[in-house]
């Protein structure tokens, strides 16, 4: 039988998620799996218990799990496949709550039947824990065939009652591919009067969803929209969102709030190595235009136009987002001037030819931001996803609960962009686990330079053999030949920030990225 293993957090404070596993068809020879870290944030040890929920609402109590005196900035992490004997094959929910503040993430991936140990492979994808549920959710990035493309829906009941009357509302985009604008989908389709046991997962996919297809035109048969979900229980989701012909994966949290004006993207790229960024804004309201710019600024030192290789500097660019609909920025292989902004942007002509950087979201209404990160199937054939960070939620202070370093292989790069438009001083504090890295539970702090509105890189791998990362360049962290590194990181600096990290192995071209966004400490 495939163990599609779904999930959901509580920590503290009504903390919470959800998913739910892919088609196993199009995977045969391999069983969903997940793995979850959870690291305290708090000021002392924590205790921390997990409960485990099936489609029911039904707990398996011989499955809890219980975890006690985690130090503080310290991790704990769970892999299903071996370290839940007790759970039987099937798909679940969980909560976890804790004495202290804690926050975790969640990796969905594969493992080969019939595997002695524990050996996961691609594609894979994270996505975090999420506050408390609400009766409203914004799902900006929902596609049935859709260029190959197509998403899953997993909802999570957050409440101990059953809920009764949980509607999802497609609500197609509209393109303009040179004839003026289009549809992107069907209009008018809903599912409704779903029901979800307390503390249960419900999965809806979209896969062999054909009604949802444009009737006819450029996009006949295809869907891109959005999907609105309300509930009688307060309620979280997440998608997953497939690409049948590369076997992508990238997954993303549904959004329980309205919105806002001010929306940060730590990172964007456009032919950086072979990577690309979509970035999508939706406009929730129902009535009104959103009238949005978009603020591009590159890292001067990855970008460049072709005339002479040097970086034009920032880029702005001005959009009318209809009601209930969703813009999208592609900046892939053949992105064109009407589909990316860093394309022909200026009377010169001028375009990126390789552009790495952060972006800014602003609006006269508020709107939602998503972000799906590829790399072209011709190169390393990662993609994963993240979601916008509200300017209201910036940080001085944050936590990363996986930063990786030669393990086994994998390897982060932590991207902190600045809020405000003052430099600004990080200082980044690693501290490794107590059973995989060479060195184990020990903490060292580096110094970084913030600029004004912009962003700055870590990166942890070795293309290249560079040792240019601050784990990867520092012996400190180097015992008897050993180098591996698996922990969490403290970023605290003088300025409002927000961070993203990426996670990723160079040893096969599949899909072998996660993507995850800080925490707020």
Known sequence: MKKKITYGMLFVVLFSLAIGGT?????????WNTAYQVVNMGSAPADIVVKYYDSAGTEITAAEKTFTDVPVNGSVLVVQYSDDPNLPDGTYSA???ADQPVAAISNIQLVPDGASEYTPGP???????????ATTLTLPSVMHNWYGYYTEIIIMN???SQATDVDITYVPGTMDVGNGPEATGASGVTEVDLTIPGYASLVKSQENKTELGAPDGTFAGKFFGAANITSDQPIIAIVNQHNVGDVKLMTYNGFTEAGATEVLVPTHMRGFYNYYTTLLVSNPSDTVDAQVTITYTPDENYSNVPEDGSSVGTVVANHTISPQTTLLRYDGPGASDGQSDLDDHDETGHAYTRFFGSAKVTSDNPVLVQVNIEAASTSAGQAGSFNGIAVADASTDLVAPVILADFYGYYTSLVVQNATGTEGTCNITYTSDDTYSAVKNHSETYTHTLPASASFMIYEGR????EIGDINSDVTWRADGNKEFIGSAVISCDVDVVAFVNEETNKNNRDSMYTMNTFKK
């Open 23 to 31: 088609a196993s068809a199009q995977y045969e020879g391999s069983n």
């Open 158 to 160: 957050t409440a101990s």
């Open 95 to 97: 909560i976890i709550s």
């Open 123 to 133: 594609p894979f994808s994270t996505y975090s824990g999420q506050g408390a549920g």
């Open 463 to 466: 293309a290249n053999d560079q």
